[in-house]
């Protein structure tokens, strides 16, 4: 007779934690040398232990410590409690703007999105834990893989050669990119090292003349490969329809030209162009809005926030009932990210454009073993949970450099960031071009 598992959870781990990450550009200023990240381990009476990731910064540590408390003495499978317990957990109202914030370019912040984001670290580590203890790959708890490897984008950045003098950081060996040439170089070694064959470059950080040159440069080197850009809503309207006739030849969809549904549903309303977003549709609430105005033809989730894998299936469901595409844009994240974000996009039926990865761009992590991508795909593990084995040296390493930072990194300030090299620089708060 088998005993059967105790899925009790018995004691709930977070590390915060500092990984380094390189002079990124975007409309909002620079990537901090190294960016905050929050890992989550659950551990179920039995000892078998599940891991979470999902943002560092301290409003989302402020909610996962109490969040943490409250899951002592729960099921692991009790996934839709854990929507139960964020409900329980305060937010403190400075930390929520209800307004589209630009900075963190993740849409709206409220109350809700902030809990959200805690949730799917949570999420994450308790279906990694009851996979283990069942025997059974996430994707299965899911419903089951229907395809074996899912296809990411390579996510090109304009990007400098190295963090500002003086600045402590780790060194990457991309070089820079700040012109045509140098996005299609990037653009190649992407290619060379992943196999990627669809490119995104993030956009709005130069004016619009170079970044419609820079998709044409990529179009020529990589004739038939989907292209997309996104200037994270830097754009008007009139901008955002200039850049779309420039390059409705060659662009599979532009995401986020402009910022919020209004703006995005005047665009689509003019343009052949297809409008991708993860920044007006961010939350269930958003959707009636931007889908019955036609504001966007591709939604991108990003489990983080929208509140895991689960409700990634259901936004799926809802985009496929308004067919509406779907696919997923990422943040500055980790291997458990990945692998949750592979499992939940194996599961998805119509997946019809790429995911996006800034994996490629972490070169810290902290599993044992580091995913990869053949040619341009990350397999679907079937191994039981995630799939993936925490590195507790390199936790500790990188929990170290948290706990020695005087708390300048602990909350990603890309414009903060920007000052060190441009003391006048202001992130713009109306569309830059
Ligand atoms: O990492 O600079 C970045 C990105 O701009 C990220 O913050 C966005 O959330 O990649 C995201 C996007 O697609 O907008
Ligand atoms: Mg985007």
């Not at 590390?15 to 002079?23: F, K, N, R, S, Y």
């Not at 990124?24 to 381990?41: A, F, M």
């Not at 996005?183 to 003349?209: C, D, I, M, N, W």
């Not at 920007?418 to 708060?429: G, I, K, L, N, S």
Request: hydrophobic letters at 40%; glycine letters at 8%; proline letters at 5%.
């Amino acid at each position: 007779m088998t005993v059967a598992a105790n899925l009790t959870i018995a004691d709930v781990r977070l590390t915060p934690i500092l990984v380094a990450d390189p002079p990124l550009l975007n409309t909002q200023g620079v990537h901090q040398p190294y960016t905050p990240r929050l890992i989550v381990e659950v551990e179920t009476a039995d000892g078998t232990t599940g891991v979470g990731e999902t943002y560092g910064d301290t409003k989302y540590l402020e909610l996962a410590r109490p969040f943490a408390a409250k899951l002592i003495g729960r099921q692991v499978s009790d996934l839709n409690g854990l929507f139960t317990i964020a409900d329980e957990v305060a937010v403190d109202s400075s930390r929520v703007s209800g307004q589209v914030d630009v900075g963190g370019l993740r849409g709206v912040q409220t109350a809700d999105k902030l809990r959200l984001s805690v949730v799917s670290g949570f999420e994450v580590a308790c279906l990694d834990a009851l996979g283990k203890a069942l025997g059974l790959p996430v994707h299965a708890l899911l419903g089951g893989k229907v395809r074996d490897a899912v296809e990411y984008s390579a996510y090109l950045f304009y990007k400098w050669a190295s963090h500002p003098e003086g600045v402590a950081c780790e060194q990457d060996d991309w070089g820079a990119a700040i012109d045509p040439a140098g996005v299609v170089e990037q653009a190649r070694r992407f290619k060379e090292r992943y196999g990627f064959t669809s490119f995104k470059l993030k956009g709005g950080v130069f004016p619009p003349e170079e970044e419609i040159a820079a998709v044409h440069a990529l179009a020529e080197a990589f004739p038939g490969h989907p292209l997309r850009l996104d200037p994270n809503g830097a754009w008007s309207v009139a901008t955002s329809l200039t850049v779309a006739k420039e390059l409705g030849d060659v662009l599979e969809y532009l995401e986020d030209p402009a910022l919020g549904t209004p703006a995005m549903a005047e665009v689509a309303a003019a343009t052949g162009v297809p409008l991708a977003t993860n920044m007006c549709v961010t939350t269930f609430a958003e959707i009636q809005e931007a889908f019955t105005r036609g504001a966007v033809q591709v939604v991108l989730s990003d489990h983080h926030y929208w509140g895991g894998l689960r409700n990634t299936q259901q936004l799926a469901a809802i985009c496929r009932t308004f067919g509406v595409g779907v696919s997923m844009h990422s943040n500055t994240h980790l291997g458990i990210s990945l692998a949750a974000m592979t499992h939940v996009a194996s599961t998805v039926p119509d997946l019809h454009h790429a995911c996006d990865s800034h994996y490629p761009w972490q070169s810290e992590d902290v599993l044992t073993e580091r995913l990869t991508f053949q040619d341009g795909k990350a397999a679907v593990s079937d191994a039981p949970g995630l799939g993936v084995e925490l590195d507790h040296d390199r936790l500790r390493f990188l929990h170290q450099r948290w706990l020695d930072d005087d708390g300048t990194l602990r909350d990603r300030d890309d414009a903060a960031a920007m000052r060190v090299a441009d003391p006048e620089w202001v992130t713009p708060t109306v569309p830059r071009w």
